[in-house]
């Protein structure tokens, strides 16, 4: 597991573009055969992806000073490859392309698996310190409901933006209050039509959480400018396929790309409450 510290604004104003990627941006998350992981200080929230090839098992390394992974934690999980499985405590869950889960806290044997190892699943994995169990559930954009399944409700599928804007999208919140419970990690999934680019703008912060971005759904020689850094001393992130960002709550987050692509956020912090977010106006960036 890879270790990251929290970064002060007052320090970061004076990265090199070098410096600025290294302590923000993660990159090769997507290994096959290999569960990849990066513990942030910053609200202690681990980012990672797994890509069975055979089945790989969760285990909490000597970083997290725990019995098993979530012994301490909540996990939430999006699959962006293959039809893949998770068994959890020896129950099997089904979970194919775009469709997630939320693991509580206590559970103890998690393994994934891939459907067929020549389309290995793409399991991307946000963790969070947790306090009390909520319960474990498949999470599916669409579709039927069913014991263990919840279905994301119309009114969490919200619709923003416009092509004149270069920013028509749709957010998909999967994991939130009302919808799948947990301590406080919140977890969802933005797609941009063709088109447009542009995602959260007008940008802000919000002191009360982090968060991180994963970009994906972009070919090869595609690549979104990722902006970060207080509102008046903003810096960019050349970003490509499947790679990370880590926004500290200082830090406005926002990207265009060179053409439509998705991105997965996921938020841990103080509170849940989605709309909490401090504006920021266009005139005064900097």
Known sequence: MELRTAASPRDVKHYTTERLREEFLIQNLFVPGEIKLVYSHID???????????????TAGDELRADYFLQRREMGVINIGGPGRIIIDGKTYEVAFKEGMYIGM???????????????????????????????????????????V??????????????????????????????????????????????????TMPCHTHDRR????????????????????????????????????ISPSWSIHAGSGSRNYTFIWGMVGENQDFDDMDGVDNRTLR
């Open 44 to 58: 202690r929230i681990i980012t990672g992806a797994a890509v069975p090839v055979k089945p790989l098992v969760l």
């Open 106 to 148: 206590g559970a103890k044997d998690i393994t994934f698996e891939s459907v067929d190892a020549a389309v290995p699943a793409k399991f991307y994995l946000n963790s969070a310190p947790a306090h009390k169990t909520y319960p474990t559930v498949l999470i599916k954009p669409n579709g039927t409901p069913e014991e263990g």
């Open 150 to 199: 919840v279905i994301v409700k119309d009114e969490n599928k919200v619709e923003l933006g416009s092509l004149e804007d270069a920013n028509h999208r749709v957010i998909c919140k999967y994991i939130l209050p009302g919808q799948v419970e947990s301590c406080q990690l919140e977890m969802g999934m933005t797609s941009l039509e063709p088109g447009s680019v542009w995602n």
């Open 210 to 245: 982090m968060e991180v971005y994963l970009y994906f759904d972009l070919p090869e020689d595609a690549f979104v400018m990722h902006y970060m850094g207080e509102p008046t001393e903003t810096r960019h992130l050349v970003v490509r396929n499947e790679q990370a960002v």
